[in-house]
């Protein structure tokens, strides 16, 4: 017998057995569009959240004097402006150094009072924290060189505190002092009041806060490293410089968004491994519908393998065309789950064109999983298709023949 004699026998046993054959393969469709669909959005979570932490600031690394009850914090402890220039001379993978301090203050507008966060920042603050100016400019050169009063506020703050007209050029009142808007901005990403800028804000240069305060340590020390790699190096630079410049009691917390990436990395990939144990799942339950299938089958086409036996079929072709019917079954249903799987990133591509969607989001497909959906429902197949085709196989003419 001929390998397409063989191939016709068994689309021939599936034509007559359609919603059979359709019902079967309903399951291996569910899990290999699972398998597909599962690697898809853990690829689109992971690349949406590397995203949204870049946009608080790529490659940052900072820095500030941990203090605790138990600690005595000196004056000498603090982070200083030498300290900046300490890291930005011998940091070279570092190309950009900031750094920031704040105080809590009011400010009073129409005869309102909002509590506000006033922040000294040095120049590069800009750069490292992605801030989006919104209306106006940032500080230039001579803004931070001659101690201009002037500020910039957050939208929320233009939007309550200075709501008539453009706020640029206005005059705003932080405590005793009096500032001239140039500029609105906002964080790219919300850090929620986690970082030293809240929805009511006023940056200032730091050389302004450090005359109004008479404090001239810093907070937050921030570094941006020039690449991803180089991010444990200027982390551990920084922590050895800081070290080596304060008393060896003094405490510093030194971090990066490394760990936070880390982090939902793991638990992406542990979602990932759950979520595919469950698509695994749902292909075992098919496997199993397919070779009880297939068991019904060769019960029912028992007296059909005796004659094509009679007539001179060996064991192996009779082994052949089952084994081919369980493939058949399982090839068809992953292709048909797998452009399912496919058709859908696609479909949200088109909608996100006319949806609210975030910003930042795409939708990657991996083609590693549908060519492992593929071969894990084929191979799921031969597994549970393996045992009613021998069975078919061992099935002695004589006996074949007298089944009613």
């Not at 907070?219 to 630079?237: C, F, G, M, S």
């Not at 799921?380 to 007298?402: D, I, N």
Request: proline letters at 3%.
């Amino acid at each position: 017998m001929s390998w397409s004699e063989t191939w016709n026998l068994a689309v021939e046993a599936l034509r007559a057995n359609k919603v059979r054959a359709a019902l079967t393969m309903l399951g291996v469709v569910i899990g290999s569009a699972c398998i597909v669909l599962v690697v898809t959005v853990a690829l689109t979570g992971r690349k949406y959240v590397r995203a949204q932490i870049e946009a608080v600031g790529s490659n940052i690394v900072y820095a500030n004097l941990a203090q605790s009850n138990s600690q005595t914090v000196a004056l000498a402890d603090q982070i200083s402006l030498g300290d900046l220039d300490a890291v930005r001379q011998n940091v070279p993978q570092a190309v950009r150094v900031a750094g920031t301090s704040d105080i809590q203050q009011t400010v009073v507008a129409d005869g309102k009072t909002w509590p506000v966060a006033l922040v000294g920042v040095t120049q590069g603050f800009q750069q490292i924290r992605n801030l989006v100016i919104s209306r106006g400019g940032y500080f230039d050169d001579s803004d931070f060189a001659a101690v201009s009063k002037v500020c910039l506020v957050s939208e929320h703050l233009a939007q309550t505190a200075l709501p008539s007209g453009n706020p640029i050029g206005q005059t705003i009142h932080v405590g005793e002092l009096s500032f001239s808007v140039i500029g609105v901005f906002r964080e790219r990403i919300e850090t929620f009041g986690q970082s030293e800028i809240r929805s009511d804000s006023v940056l200032v240069p730091f050389a302004l806060l450090r005359y109004y305060t008479g404090d001239a340590f810093i907070v937050t020390l921030y570094a941006q490293a020039d690449n991803a790699e180089d991010v444990p190096q200027v982390t551990e630079e920084i922590a050895q410089i800081l070290r080596s410049r304060h008393r060896p009691d003094a405490e510093y917390e030194i971090q990066n968004l490394s760990s936070i990436l880390e982090t939902s990395r793991r638990i992406s990939i542990a979602m990932t491994i759950v979520l595919l144990v469950i698509a695994m799942l749902a292909l075992l339950i098919s496997g199993i519908g397919i070779m009880n299938i297939m068991l019904v089958s060769v019960t029912e086409r028992t007296r059909e393998i005796g004659i094509r036996k009679a007539i001179g079929a060996r064991h192996r072709e009779i082994l052949y065309q089952f084994l081919l019917e369980a493939i058949l079954i399982s090839g068809i249903g992953a292709l048909i789950g797998i452009a399912m799987a496919v058709a859908i990133p696609f479909c949200v591509e088109v909608l996100s064109q006319l949806l609210p969607l975030p910003p930042g989001i795409s939708i990657p497909i991996s083609w590693l999983s549908v060519a492992l959906a593929f071969i894990v429902s084929c191979g799921m197949g031969v597994l549970f298709g393996y045992l009613p085709a021998k069975t078919a196989a061992q099935l002695q003419p004589v006996e074949s023949l007298r089944h009613e």
